[in-house]
């Protein structure tokens, strides 16, 4: 299933106060808070051997604390701990993470919340501090090719989901659900590149939802896969 959204042409950065974050293990101890803080709590999910889950809380002065949802946080190169595993370097605290993190929520909710407890600007400028790809989708490229964004970041459909969504979400975009999508390629002596466009039929039956790709012997049937 994919998402098709139209992604607006401006900056993600929005001006904005410096957001507050702490890491802290375990549920954080209701104590007061002379101004709002975002909490990041560690989570013992193993995505094999990188530990990047947390949950992340807000908390206000006077306020219960609420419960935002599940994310995961990457770093460019993570070290390996005494125990094998690898955990991101996460500052204790922090405003920003900077450019050797990214993060993801890890379902939609995670976005929808945002939306509710911080309006469209809070939450942008939120996801901006936690380098966030579904917010800004071009961060992403330097860690698309290591194990911990493979195997951990977006590791399951629902993390799939919210990186295709989570933007749209927040701009307020309608979301189109559609089991469609556009390929392109280009292959080495082509003049021209390849387009395809695939657009399956949900009610149609297996076979009918199989597409296949069809040429003779050596024209590039899998370097256009590749």
Not at 36 to 42: D, K
Request: charged share 25%; aromatic share 10%.
């Amino acid at each position: 299933m994919a998402f098709s959204t139209i992604i607006e042409p401006f900056l993600c950065r929005l001006e904005t106060n410096i957001l507050k974050f702490s890491v802290q293990d375990g549920s954080p101890t209701k104590r007061h808070r002379p101004q709002p803080e975002f909490i990041l709590v560690p989570g013992s999910w193993d995505d094999f051997s990188h530990r990047t889950s947390f949950t992340l809380q807000q908390h206000e002065p006077g306020n219960e604390p609420r419960l935002i949802g599940s994310v995961k946080i990457i770093e460019k190169e993570p070290k390996r701990g005494e125990d094998g595993k690898f955990r991101p370097s996460v500052p204790m605290h922090f405003d920003e993470l900077g450019s050797k993190f990214v993060s993801l929520g890890q379902d939609e909710d995670y976005y929808w919340n945002l939306l509710e407890f911080l309006g469209s600007q809070g939450a942008g400028e939120l996801l901006n501090a936690l380098s966030d790809i579904s917010w800004q989708p071009t961060l992403a490229m330097p860690f698309e090719t290591s194990s911990s964004f493979r195997n951990s970041l977006i590791r399951f459909n629902t993390a799939h989901r919210a990186r295709r969504a989570g933007r749209a979400i927040i701009l307020g975009h309608t979301i189109h659900e559609s089991a469609a999508f556009r390929y392109r390629a280009r292959i080495p002596g082509a003049s021209t590149s390849l387009k395809i466009n695939v657009n399956f039929d949900e009610t149609d039956k297996v076979p009918g939802r199989i597409v296949c790709l069809i040429g003779r012997n050596a024209v590039g049937k899998t370097q256009v896969l590749a």
